[in-house]
């Protein structure tokens, strides 16, 4: 796992979220993906935030390129993928972590995410994870929306 920080310092997000983690014990850790086409390849970015109460949040961020899939379900499904195995390896080799899951997926039915958000909230939560889905918080998707373009 690749992760930077904003100012483009490469980072192990398991020591990087440890440290924050044992530095603000009440920080709230987010993960959540996102994705846009641009070109001939999507850009799908993971972000992992910080979120401390009453002081703003911070967060780190992976960035990949990949050809473009076939259709849209398929493109916000592996959204979900890349988020879960960041979630999973954070809760393996941190145990007790708390942190909750952002899925970038709309609750309304005029979106067509709005068909994935029962699968992936599902996986999610049979997991025990907190899981945030439009219009709720978005903080770790909002992150990567910032470098997906």
Excluded at 78 to 87: C, D, H, N, P, Q
Excluded at 95 to 102: K, L, Q, V, Y
Aim: hydrophobic share 35%; with cysteine; proline share 5%.
């Amino acid at each position: 796992m690749n992760f930077r920080t904003v100012s483009n310092t490469k980072v192990n997000p398991i020591i990087y979220t440890a440290q924050i983690i044992q530095k603000n014990p009440f920080v709230e850790t987010h993960i959540g993906t996102d994705s846009q086409r641009v070109g001939s390849y999507i850009n799908y970015v993971t972000a992992i935030a910080y979120r401390y109460p009453m002081k703003g949040v911070h967060y780190i961020y992976n960035k990949h390129a990949y050809p473009p899939n076939k259709d849209n379900w398929s493109r916000l499904w592996f959204e979900t993928e890349l988020t879960m195995k960041v979630a999973e390896r954070l809760a393996l080799n941190l145990p007790g972590i708390r942190f909750e899951i952002d899925m970038d997926y709309n609750n309304d039915k005029d979106y067509m995410s709005h068909k994935l958000v029962s699968s992936a909230k599902g996986w999610a939560e049979s997991l025990g994870y907190k899981v945030n889905i439009k219009p709720t918080k978005q903080i770790a998707t909002r992150a990567a929306d910032q470098h997906c373009r």
